[in-house]
């Protein structure tokens, strides 16, 4: 079932967002080499903190960090680890935060010193396809034609998507109704209507599309060893059209 926002309700998720994108900000600013994921996931459970925020999923089915973080072939939900970042790795923060009781979800990727060209491709591809998703977010629409948009321009570019993981509506809980894939046909799925709130993340990999799970359960990797790196925003279909609650 779709869960329809008020007007009121999307500003509560706009602050949410609107601390989020903050967060990134400053992850960009300290991000280099040397520093380790984990560090990273200590400044983000400070920041919140400190900003009257939680992260939401900490303990979620388990989950033990504040934090996604996804290095190089990491897909997705990649524990933070105490392994050093190098100059060319890429990486993935992930994160879910809670702002009096309203979540805003939004990932970004970020490079470490000087990246490959094939690095450079698939992040700006990478970010780019998550925009087209979003200029078909408008009333009338249907989630099919945010899919379609991003698997056409990613593939036109060399790149798979990954199917396995998806976009969702979100609120007071992580995961609602619709969900959003990033690859697939125009003009299917559920229509897009005014008060819906989801969240577009496509993932991209320079090899094949193929996922392989790591022991832990969680860590999402590619199973040919390529580049993976995934950006995502929060946005509300609006009767003025999309309006991104995660905007850094």
């Given at each position: 079932?779709?869960?329809?926002?008020?007007?009121?309700?999307i500003e509560k998720m706009?602050?949410?967002?609107?601390?989020?994108?903050?967060?990134?900000?400053?992850?960009?600013?300290?991000?280099?080499?040397?520093?380790?994921?984990?560090?990273?996931?200590?400044?983000?459970?400070?920041?919140?903190?400190?900003?009257?925020?939680?992260?939401?999923?900490?303990?979620?089915?388990?989950?033990?960090?504040?934090?996604?973080?996804?290095?190089?072939?990491?897909?997705?939900?990649?524990?933070?680890?105490?392994?050093?970042?190098?100059?060319?790795?890429?990486?993935?923060?992930?994160?879910?935060?809670?702002?009096?009781?309203?979540?805003?979800?939004?990932?970004?990727?970020?490079?470490?010193?000087?990246?490959?060209?094939?690095?450079?491709?698939?992040?700006?591809?990478?970010?780019?396809?998550?925009?087209?998703?979003?200029?078909?977010?408008?009333?009338?629409?249907?989630?099919?034609?945010?899919?379609?948009?991003?698997?056409?321009?990613?593939?036109?570019?060399?790149?798979?998507?990954?199917?396995?993981?998806?976009?969702?509506?979100?609120?007071?809980?992580?995961?609602?109704?619709?969900?959003?894939?990033?690859a697939g046909p125009k003009?299917?799925?559920?229509?897009?209507?005014?008060?819906?709130?989801?969240?577009?993340?496509?993932?991209?990999?320079?090899?094949?599309?193929?996922?392989?799970?790591?022991?832990?359960?969680?860590?999402?990797?590619?199973?040919?060893?390529?580049?993976?790196?995934?950006?995502?925003?929060?946005?509300?279909?609006?009767?003025?059209?999309?309006?991104?609650?995660?905007?850094?």
């Amino acid at each position: 079932m779709i869960i329809y926002k008020s007007k009121r309700e999307i500003e509560k998720m706009n602050e949410a967002g609107t601390l989020l994108a903050e967060c990134h900000k400053e992850i960009k600013k300290i991000i280099k080499p040397g520093m380790s994921t984990l560090e990273i996931d200590a400044f983000v459970e400070r920041f919140l903190k400190k900003n009257g925020a939680t992260p939401e999923q900490k303990g979620y089915q388990g989950y033990p960090f504040a934090t996604c973080a996804s290095v190089n072939d990491v897909i997705c939900h990649g524990f933070p680890n105490k392994k050093k970042l190098k100059s060319g790795d890429i990486v993935t923060i992930d994160m879910v935060v809670n702002l009096n009781g309203w979540l805003a979800d939004s990932a970004w990727s970020y490079t470490v010193g000087e990246v490959s060209e094939k690095a450079r491709h698939l992040l700006e591809v990478t970010e780019k396809s998550l925009y087209l998703g979003i200029e078909q977010a408008v009333i009338g629409n249907r989630i099919g034609d945010i899919s379609h948009a991003i698997q056409q321009y990613a593939e036109s570019e060399g790149l798979s998507v990954v199917r396995e993981f998806i976009g969702h509506g979100i609120g007071r809980s992580m995961h609602e109704d619709p969900q959003v894939p990033h690859a697939g046909p125009k003009g299917t799925g559920p229509m897009l209507k005014e008060g819906m709130v989801l969240t577009i993340e496509p993932m991209l990999n320079t090899g094949k599309r193929y996922v392989k799970i790591d022991e832990d359960g969680w860590t999402a990797r590619t199973f040919d060893g390529s580049l993976s790196t995934q950006y995502e925003h929060t946005l509300a279909i609006t009767k003025d059209g999309p309006l991104i609650l995660t905007a850094q």
